[in-house]
T-cell receptor
C-alpha cells in the first residue's frame, strides 16, 4: 500500500533550536517526495521537493531509501517557521499526491 | 492575478441539503483536484480530473459529485448522502505529469462547510 506517515501531530521548539519533522513512506517503486507548508491564514504551498535537492528557507530534506524516510530539517528554527507541514508522495506515472496527516510546528521565542 | 479561486469561503447548510463549492483557475492547468482537510487526518483526495469531461474518484468520493465542463472550472457538490460533511475543502490544480513532472499542486484558500 502507498502511504505517508508523519508520526508527530505537534512539535514544539524554542527559537534557535534544531528542528526535525519526521516523514516515512511506504511505496514499492522509486518515490518522488515533497514537503508542503501551510502558514497561518495562507494557502497550502510547496516548500521543497527531493528531486531538486534544494534548501528553502533554511530547510532541507534528504531521501533515505533504506529507512524509507524523508525527514525535514532545519538547524536553527525561527518563529516564522511556525506552521503546518505536510509530507507528500507522488507515485510513478500518476498525478495523485498522497499526503501525510501533517505536523504542526510551534516555535516559541 | 493568476491563481485558484474558491467560493464561498464559508458556507452553512442544513442537513439534507446539497451544496456546491466553486473552484476556478486561470493557470491553464490541465489537472484539478478536490481535497478534504480534517484535523489529525491530513488531506484526503475526493475527486480529481486530468482533462475536460473526465474525472476519477479519489479515496473518499462517497457522497460527493463533480463536473469538469470547462478547463478552468471544477465544482464540487456535497450531497445529502455525505454522512459527515462538516469540513474544510481545498481545491488544487497542477500541470499534468506527462507534460512536466513537477508534482507541484497550487491550492485555493479553501471553503469551510458547516452542516447545522
Amino acid at each position: 500500500a502507498q502511504r505517508v506517515t508523519q508520526p508527530e501531530k505537534l512539535l514544539s521548539v524554542f527559537k534557535g533550536a534544531p528542528v526535525e519533522l519526521k516523514c516515512n513512506y511506504s511505496y514499492s517503486g522509486s518515490p518522488e517526495l515533497f514537503w508542503y507548508v501551510q502558514y497561518s491564514r495562507q494557502r497550502l504551498q510547496l516548500l521543497l521537493r527531493h528531486i531538486s535537492r534544494e534548501s528553502i528557507k533554511g530547510f532541507t530534506a534528504d531521501l533515505n531509501k533504506g529507512e524509507t524516510s524523508f525527514h525535514l530539517k532545519k538547524p536553527f528554527a525561527q518563529e516564522e517557521d511556525s506552521a503546518m507541514y505536510y509530507c507528500a508522495l507522488l507515485p510513478y506515472n500518476t498525478d495523485k499526491l498522497i499526503f501525510g496527516t501533517g505536523t504542526r510546528l510551534q516555535v516559541f521565542p | 492575478d493568476g491563481g485558484i479561486t474558491q467560493s464561498p469561503k464559508y458556507l452553512f447548510r442544513k442537513e439534507g441539503q446539497n451544496v456546491t463549492l466553486s473552484c476556478e483557475q486561470n493557470l491553464n492547468h490541465d489537472a484539478m483536484y478536490w481535497y478534504r482537510q480534517d484535523p489529525g487526518q491530513g488531506l484526503r483526495l475526493i475527486y480529481y480530473s486530468q482533462i475536460v469531461n473526465d474525472f476519477q474518484k479519489g479515496d473518499i468520493a462517497e457522497g460527493y459529485s463533480v463536473s469538469r465542463e470547462k478547463k478552468e472550472s471544477f465544482p464540487l457538490t456535497v450531497t445529502s448522502a455525505q454522512k459527515n460533511p462538516t469540513a474544510f475543502y481545498l481545491c488544487a490544480s497542477s500541470i499534468l505529469r506527462t507534460r512536466v513532472a513537477t508534482g507541484e499542486l497550487f491550492f485555493g484558500e479553501g471553503s469551510r462547510l458547516t452542516v447545522l
